[in-house]
DNA sequence: TACCTTA
DNA sequence: TAAGGTAACCCATAT
DNA sequence: ATATGG
């Protein structure tokens, strides 16, 4: 049977865009659509727009859903609507990367009509392309650990945080990992910045080698937390909050504060995919714990000598 | 998803 | 006309 | 040099 007129034209933001194919299933073990994407996105602009700001994008679209090929993209193709925002990257070889910068509405529309389900900021902004805002402690569960490991990991990271003065803020990543935020004043390289994310793995690792690795080989982590530092590498980037997962369920990037993670006692700490697409009104319901962290952008001054011995300006000297 | 290239 | 291809990185680290 | 992982 085929569905009649697939396709409707809205006004998103003064800004016409015809949506096509929103009957095609995205998430077909969840049933949900690329209407129901692009509603996802309409609905949580306000709480993921601000994460978004001058921050060029890396995209992943899967337009026959998540069961089939994806790509990625970086380079704002030539038939996007030229109302979109685009920041020019050109590399030492010459070539020329738009990247893409998501600033409203429309343009969150216009992606997911895209099918682009994932959505990843760079850590810097077009302001300080080379110094980015936030470091990240992306912990990833090996085989054989479980998620309480990575919350048992996570805790220690905010302790150890609260030693050195600083403040993190946690997310889900929705896959089955958690992305603790170091908000940073703009003045630390992404070597640094990775650097720094090194030091506190290699601290954790110290403190819990049973359950915590820096090991890059994947054979080597067992059931243990990968403490991931090299994600802060310029050019990585980490999905956006309140980005949805391309997995079965269509689990969400989301937010949580550290008392919804480690829970004492008898109740049941927040899971990684608590919160999926379909819970738009729920994670609506909920503050907007990251937003915060761009008014309080923290120095490593004090705490750089500990990790970046020798480092200065970078380069070998011969 | 949309476009381009090739058969 | 239709099928097939393309749409991104790259470097820190280990061996 | 080459492989690996994310
Ligand atoms: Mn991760
Ligand atoms: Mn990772």
């Known amino acids: 049977m085929k569905m009649k007129a697939d396709r409707h034209t809205v006004l998103v933001g003064g800004k016409r865009l015809e949506l096509s194919r929103l009957n095609k299933v995205l998430w077909p073990e969840a049933g949900l659509t690329k209407a129901d994407l692009i509603a996802y996105y309409w609905q949580i602009a306000p709480r993921l727009l601000p994460h978004l700001y001058k921050r060029p994008l890396t995209l992943t679209r899967y337009p026959d859903g998540i069961e089939e090929g994806m790509f990625y993209q970086k380079d704002t193709p030539s038939y996007a609507p030229d109302w979109l925002k685009t920041y020019r990257v050109v590399s030492d070889d010459s070539r020329e990367i738009r990247y893409l910068l998501a600033e409203d509405e429309a343009t969150l529309v216009w992606l997911a009509n895209q099918a682009a389900i994932e959505l990843h900021p760079w850590m810097s902004t077009t302001d300080h392309p080379d110094y980015p805002s936030y470091a990240v402690v992306d912990l990833d569960p090996a085989t054989g650990a479980e998620f309480g490991d990575v919350v048992e990991i996570a805790g220690l990271v905010r302790v150890l945080l609260q030693e050195l003065g600083l403040k993190g803020y946690p997310k ?23 650097r720094f994310v090194g030091y506190l793995g290699e601290l954790i690792v110290k403190a819990y080698p049973q359950k915590a690795t820096n090991e890059r080989l994947v054979a080597k982590r067992d059931g243990k937390v990968y403490i991931d530092h090299l994600q802060n590498l310029p050019g990585k980037t980490i999905v ?23 829970v004492t006692g008898s109740g049941r700490g927040v899971q990684p995919h608590d919160f999926t697409l379909a819970d738009i009104k729920v994670i609506l319901a909920r503050p907007p ?16 000598p500990l990790f970046a011995a020798g480092e200065k300006e970078g380069q070998k000297v011969h």
């Open 289 to 304: 714990l990251f937003e915060q962290m761009y008014q309080a952008p923290q120095s490593l001054d004090k705490i750089m």
């Open 240 to 262: 956006a909050p309140y980005v949805p997962r391309p997995l079965p369920h269509a689990p969400v990037s989301v937010p949580v504060e550290w008392e919804e993670l480690i």
């Open 172 to 194: 889900l990543s929705g896959a089955s990992g958690i992305h603790i935020y170091i908000p940073l004043w703009p003045r630390y390289p992404y070597r640094l910045t990775s």
